[in-house]
């Protein structure tokens, strides 16, 4: 089974800036994709981004050109860098990963919050 142990949240003010860090342990080869979903109260998970081991990158509609998500595949590590960052980003953040083999795995998820 995948674990994932997420770090880089916390308390920012609105137009700042936070990184989350994401890593992978239990599996001996490069994940395929890995992600940033969120979660706000009262409203379903949704996704952020995610990037393949390739490269190739996906982005919510709100988040382009404020996120960055960014991977190193040699410590099966996945970060976003999120500046200009708007009270509408508070939430918890999930770092997400799918195999063929364990199917989809969720960190614990760790807290945004963005005041105005």
């Known amino acids: 089974q995948v674990q994932l142990v997420e770090s880089g949240g916390g308390l920012v003010q609105a137009g700042g800036s936070l990184r989350l860090s994401c890593a992978a342990s239990g599996i001996r080869f490069v994940l395929d994709r890995m992600g940033w979903y969120r979660q706000a109260p009262g409203k379903q998970r949704e996704l952020v981004a995610t990037?393949?081991?390739?490269?190739?990158?996906n982005y919510e509609d709100s988040v382009k050109g404020r996120f960055t998500i960014s991977r190193d595949n040699a410590k099966n590590t996945v970060y976003l860098q999120m500046n200009s960052l708007k009270p509408e980003d508070t939430s918890v953040y999930y770092c997400?990963?799918?195999?063929?083999?364990?199917?989809?795995?969720w960190g614990q998820g760790t807290q945004v919050t963005v005041s105005s």
């Open positions: 990037m393949t081991k390739g490269g190739n990158t």
């Open positions: 997400y990963t799918n195999t063929a083999i364990f199917g989809t795995s």
